[in-house]
């Protein structure tokens, strides 16, 4: 089941829930019930399970197929990772994708050009906006054309927004497309 996500985009998707139940234990920490999606991102970003990257890549070209301006997408581009890893999951699944698709990757379009704390741990959707301003650029090699940003996790969107942003007034894309892998049940 894919949920539509609301932005500044031209459209966004997220294929399904990330969770589907939490409930929190005596000892502070939660007990999470994953959607298929949401453990197979969990189990890839968190525990190294690579074999995850091709059924991932495989749900989001499934979903791809499906959507009327995938082939129009002149280019893939993953989100920023916002912590060093060894293996990037988003990097890797949305190279799949876009192999698999036959579509341009490009990893290198969208520059980190400030440090940000990762998100996760700032509740505030003001603050986050605060610390995302001005974080990356871009430059005009895609002038005109259509680009599909892909995300691992949907949550209040203060990334994708600004990346949106940041593509709309220095690269002057034609329309952002977004697609994430899961999405929280709480946008905060």
């Known amino acids: 089941m894919s949920y539509s996500i609301k ?3 031209r459209a966004g998707w997220a294929l399904d829930l990330h969770t589907t139940n939490s409930v929190r234990l005596d000892d502070g920490s939660f007990q999470n019930t994953y ?3 949401g453990k197979a991102l969990n189990r890839l970003k968190y525990h190294g399970e690579e074999k995850n990257i091709d059924i991932l890549a495989k749900e989001l070209v499934a979903f791809l197929n499906t ?3 995938t082939p129009y997408i002149k280019v893939i581009v993953p989100a920023p990772a916002s912590k060093e890893r060894d ?3 988003v990097y890797a699944v949305a190279q799949a994708v876009a192999e ?3 579509i341009k990757y490009d990893q290198d379009y969208i520059q980190k050009v400030k440090d940000t704390a990762e998100l996760k741990s700032i509740e505030d959707v003001d603050e986050r906006k605060k610390v995302l301003a001005g974080a990356f650029k ?3 090699r895609y002038a005109s054309d259509k680009i599909l940003i892909i995300d691992d996790l949907f ?3 203060s990334t994708l927004k600004e990346l ?3 593509m709309y007034n220095q690269g002057n894309i034609d329309n952002v497309y977004v697609v994430t892998l899961t999405k929280t049940r709480v946008h905060r």
């Open 7 to 9: 932005g500044n985009w």
């Open 35 to 37: 959607s298929d999606i």
């Open 100 to 102: 698999t698709l036959n």
């Open 87 to 89: 293996l990037q999951p």
């Open 155 to 157: 949550r209040s969107g």
């Open 67 to 69: 959507r009327v301006v």
């Open 138 to 140: 871009v430059d005009q």
């Open 164 to 166: 949106t942003d940041t």
